[in-house]
């Protein structure tokens, strides 16, 4: 019930914003432009699959990715569609988000005892009129110790969840400093000492929005008045 109140206002939520139309010189926000051109080693070629972006390894740049398959331990990229399974035994909720094509972004062990972060980043023309940065993504950690985050021109984007999908969580963030400037985007997937597993971020449908982020305060209330909605919602129902 909870999950079904959640879905409704967001819905709304999204829906009372347009979004901005013209993504400046960014581009493949939603991972749709991937052409798959394979190396001859069970991988594909980064930029093709990747078009617009840029892959980082422990900061050294990365030229291949992998195709519906993910690293158990290293650092790296991957590109995966409907063909996509999991790879651990027991079921992933990560997979594919939207579209044809989702992204991931993995950090890892490259050596005994040390470890490398995963970033994919482009720069390009913030839009005019965009007040917000929304993507949908699914972080699976190895353990509490993982992280990813999202920087804009060199700075730190504070996050905020605004609806729960089946597979992933749609994150906004408050932009409005940076209307009109050209920028970096960075999507980070942060190693820590001691790593031994991967930890997977599955990203899609990054898009800059006219939208204004509610504060924290209003979108609890929002989420409460939800909840209780839908409650007699589903009451009805029955």
Not at 13 to 35: H, M, P, R, W
Not at 189 to 194: S, T
Request: charged share 10%; aromatic share 12%.
């Amino acid at each position: 019930m909870k999950t079904r109140a959640l879905s409704v206002l967001c819905y709304a939520f999204i829906c009372t914003g347009i979004l901005v139309q013209a993504q400046g010189t960014f581009q493949n926000l939603d991972f749709e432009s991937a052409t798959i051109v394979p190396t001859g080693n069970q991988d594909v070629y980064f930029s093709p699959a990747f078009p617009g972006w840029t892959g980082y390894e422990g900061g050294a740049q990365d030229v291949v990715a992998g195709y519906n398959a993910l690293a158990l331990s290293t650092p790296g990229f991957s590109i995966i569609d409907s063909s996509y399974r999991p790879i651990y035994s027991n079921g992933s909720p990560g997979g594919l988000i939207q579209g044809n094509y989702t992204a991931v972004l993995m950090s890892g062990a490259v050596g005994v005892g040390q470890s490398a972060d995963a970033t994919m980043a482009q720069t390009g023309l913030v839009p005019l009129g965009a007040n917000s940065l929304q993507f949908k993504a699914h972080f699976d950690p190895f353990n509490s110790s993982g992280s990813f985050g999202v920087t804009l021109g060199g700075q730190t984007l504070s996050l905020t969840p605004l609806q729960a999908g089946t597979n992933y969580t749609l994150y906004g963030a408050d932009i409005r400093g940076w209307q009109g400037k050209t920028a970096a985007l960075d999507f980070t997937v942060f190693a820590y000492p001691q790593q031994i597993n991967a930890d997977y971020l599955f990203l899609d449908s990054i898009q800059f929005s006219d939208q204004v982020l509610p504060e924290p305060g209003v979108l609890s209330l929002s989420v409460l008045g939800a909840l209780l909605l839908g409650g007699r919602a589903l009451g009805r129902r029955r």
